[in-house]
């Protein structure tokens, strides 16, 4: 059974265009979280899905970005119009019940310029 | 709404000595406790977690850590330090019935020689 995988592990974007950053949660997990981790800071809740559903996005910015998670496939989290506060490490876990602990993957870096 | 608090963002010890990291959290129900380390450009992975079952909890690598109610503390320790015990460490809650993990700022945990 294979970790909770994120790709890209680094991603380098310019100013304005958009990031794309993918999640496959494990097998048999049907709940993925997003978490935005800044320097020197701990990791920040963004947003809480389940198949098809947002159950929680109270972490999310207002504008910008977006987050899916479709019935097949990976759930993508999209920043669009990237700035250079957007940097930052995205990490995504998943969990087979929400009072179940969550297993990380390892997480991918954006960087604007 | 839970939060976390983390008592120093840096803490230094020598190897073989204690390792006690401060954890002190908010909820206005019982809360599930985690304490999740991350290595350098890794992602994060569960050390321990308190359910409501025994107080004490034993997680790997030797760390343990004590749910004391009265004084709202999750602290973890480790009786010997090991320099591959270098790393962040981050307590966590979660609320009953919630749907998010609440992260704290992490502590990171250096290890002298």
């Known amino acids: 059974n294979a970790g909770v995988m994120q790709n890209p592990r680094h991603l380098v974007r310019r100013r304005g265009q958009e990031a794309r950053l993918r999640c496959s949660p494990m097998?048999?997990?049907?709940?993925v979280y997003w978490y935005r981790q800044l320097p020197e800071e701990g990791l920040k809740f963004m947003v809480y899905?389940?198949?098809?559903?947002?159950?929680?996005e109270s972490g999310m910015p207002k504008e910008r970005f977006s987050a899916e998670f479709p019935k097949e496939g990976p759930s993508i989290l999209r920043i669009q119009q990237v700035v250079r506060g957007d940097s930052a490490a995205y990490f995504c876990?998943?969990?087979?019940?929400?009072?179940?602990?969550?297993?990380f993957g390892q997480g991918t870096r954006l960087t604007v310029v | 709404a839970q939060s976390v608090t983390q008592l120093g963002s840096h803490v230094s010890v020598s190897e073989g000595a204690l390792v006690l990291l401060r954890c002190n959290y908010s909820?206005?129900?019982?809360?599930?406790l985690f304490w999740y380390v991350q290595y350098p450009n890794q992602g994060l992975q569960l050390l321990l977690k308190?359910?409501?079952?025994?107080?004490l909890v034993k997680g790997i690598n030797g760390f343990e850590a004590e749910f004391k109610k009265s004084e709202t503390s999750f602290h973890l320790t480790k009786p010997s330090a090991h320099m591959s015990d270098a790393a962040e460490y981050f307590c966590?809650?979660?609320?009953?019935?919630?749907?998010?993990?609440?992260f704290g700022k992490g502590t990171r945990l250096h290890i002298l020689p």
């Open positions: 899905l389940q198949k098809e559903n947002i159950i929680d």
């Open positions: 308190y359910t409501s079952a025994a107080t």
């Open positions: 966590a809650v979660s609320e009953v019935g919630d749907d998010k993990i609440i």
């Open positions: 909820s206005s129900v019982p809360p599930y």
């Open positions: 097998k048999g997990h049907s709940h």
């Open positions: 876990a998943s969990s087979p019940r929400t009072e179940d602990e969550a297993f």
